[in-house]
């Protein structure tokens, strides 16, 4: 129970910066601030609604969790390859701090991941 509620409170925590960067732009384009407020909570109501979707399917989701973990990995993956790598290299004296950076990264994941299970 307490790792569900750590889990739940690190999402919690999670989705208020996520819904800043959807109601702030909302906001500069002229938006009320009461609409763009209302657009950034609706942005994050797909979790809760997944949540509860998932427990309902627990028998059924269970057996396929190490797969739909794979894809959701392979999305950030795709994202941090497709989107931010090549942002890093247009900053050109940042290029190889960046790449280093993530292959650090990438490295001390990987080996946390093997010695921890």
């Given at each position: 129970m307490a790792a569900a509620l750590a889990l739940a409170i690190g999402i919690g925590i999670q989705n208020f910066p996520e819904g800043a960067i959807i109601s702030m732009p909302l906001k500069s384009e002229g938006m009320r601030k009461s609409k763009a407020f209302l657009c950034g909570v609706l942005s994050g109501i797909v979790e809760p609604i997944a949540a509860i979707i998932t427990i309902l399917l627990t028998s059924l989701i269970v057996p396929a969790l190490p797969y739909l973990l794979a894809f959701a990995a392979g999305a950030m993956i795709y994202v941090v390859v497709d989107e931010l790598i090549p942002e890093?290299?247009?900053?050109?004296?940042?290029?190889?701090?960046?790449?280093?950076g993530l292959t650090l990264g990438f490295l001390i994941m990987m080996i946390l991941d093997v010695s921890l299970g």
């Open positions: 890093s290299q247009n900053i050109c004296h940042l290029s190889r701090y960046g790449m280093l």
